[in-house]
Structures are given as C-alpha cells and as structure tokens.
C-alpha cells in the first residue's frame, strides 16, 4: 500500500527543512500543503496569529488538542521560553508517530510531551499525570464538536486559571458554531476574534482568542 499524507508531510520535512531549525520545519511543511499537497495544518497566515498571541502570553504550561502532523506544535514550542513545556493531544496513534518524528527533527522534543489518547479522557488526569496545578495557555484544533465538552472539562477539571487564553482554530471554516456561541456568550470569558484565512486556501477562517476570567 502506498504511504499517508502525514508519511508525504514527513518526507518532506526530511528532505527540504535542516535538523534543528525549527523555521524550516514548519517552511518545509507551508511549502509542500501549499503547492503539492493541502493538509490541514493551521498553516502560515493563521499561523502568525497564533505566533503573536503566544509570545504576548509566554506560557509556561501550554496545552493543543488535536496534534495531527506536529506543525502547530512546532510553532509553539519554537517560541516558548526555557522550561516552558507543551502537552500535545492526539488519539491516532499513525499521526502521533509522524509527529513525534517531525517534532524531533526540528529538535524541540525536550519541550513537547505527545500524549495519546482521547482529550475527554486524558483531560481529567491531566493533574495527576503532570503534577501541573493548571495552563497558561490551550490551542483547540482538534474535531470541532469536541471544542465545547473540552472546554467545560479543562474549567471542570480545574485546570484553567484567571487569564489562561484559549485560541481555538477554524471558527469559521470548518466552522465551530457552538463554541463560538459559548465562549461569546460567556460572563466567565472576554472573546476576540481574528480574522483571517483558510490554511493555504483563499477561503475565510479565523481564530477566536477567549480568556479565562476565573
Ligand atoms: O477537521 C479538522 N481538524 C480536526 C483535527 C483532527 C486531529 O486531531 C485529532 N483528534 C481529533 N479529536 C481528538 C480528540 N482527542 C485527541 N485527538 C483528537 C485527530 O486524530 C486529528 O489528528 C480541520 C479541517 C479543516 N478543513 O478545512 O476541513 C481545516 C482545519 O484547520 C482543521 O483543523
Ligand atoms: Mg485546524
């Protein structure tokens, strides 16, 4: 059998980005989804987004759900400081593979823990597992229907703190109505909107930054 996109997103990297550049990774992987291949990484225009509202939070504790190939890992951990730590989610077991490889190409696997499983599962033991009290920082762009439960799990679970920032992807395209209108209309979060496109597409997209208010 021939081999996965993720394998094709792999290759690439392996071939086109330099060991320990975390920059070229993530050039490598913009280049080929935009010309060879569509993937749906967050991607470049989103990207920068996501690059800006990380530096502005700087956390120590960040937490993405839905880790896919590894490129918005790869964006992450690349800007985070010195033992500041990223925990990935990924319940498929062939993408949590490509990623660790593609994490670790672009040397940044002393920052990211790739944690397999289900987020309604592993959530709730988050704690216990990483002795952490809570996360500064979480990037939603896992299904779009799993948004909300996870949302309500991570304040259930006690892991959001006043001021964690929520940056959720694909509000608009795939579209993520009902947590748009939970976050919106939430007394216990202050929302904002961030226009912009479709990874490698000319399509509408944009990220919703929601912060916790504890
Ligand atoms: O569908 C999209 N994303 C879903 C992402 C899914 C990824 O997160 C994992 N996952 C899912 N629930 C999980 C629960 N727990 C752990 N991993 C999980 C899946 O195994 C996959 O690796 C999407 C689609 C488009 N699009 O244009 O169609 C564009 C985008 O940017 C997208 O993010
Ligand atoms: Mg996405």
Known sequence: ?????????????QKN???GD??????????????????????????????SVLTEVNPSMALELGTYCGYSSVRIARLLSPNSKL???EFNPAFA?????????A???DKVTIVEGASGDLIPKMKERFGLKSFDFVFLDHWKDRY???????????????????????VICPGAPEYLKYVRNNPRYESRYYPSVLEYTKAEDG???SVFLG
């Open 107 to 109: 040397g940044l696997q």
């Open 22 to 51: 975390p920059q070229s990774v993530i050039s490598a992987i913009d280049y080929y989804c935009r010309h060879k291949e569509w993937a749906m990484n967050v991607g470049d225009d989103k990207g920068l987004i996501l690059d």
């Open 207 to 209: 990220l919703e930054k």
């Open 97 to 105: 593979a490509i990623a660790r490889q593609i994490i670790a190409y």
């Open 1 to 13: 059998t021939g081999s996965s996109r993720p394998q094709r997103i792999l290759k690439a990297v």
């Open 17 to 19: 980005a330099t060991k």
């Open 148 to 170: 909300v439960p996870d949302t309500k799990l991570l304040e259930d679970c006690g892991l959001l703190r006043k001021g964690t920032v929520l940056l959720a992807d694909n």
């Open 87 to 89: 925990i990935t989610v």
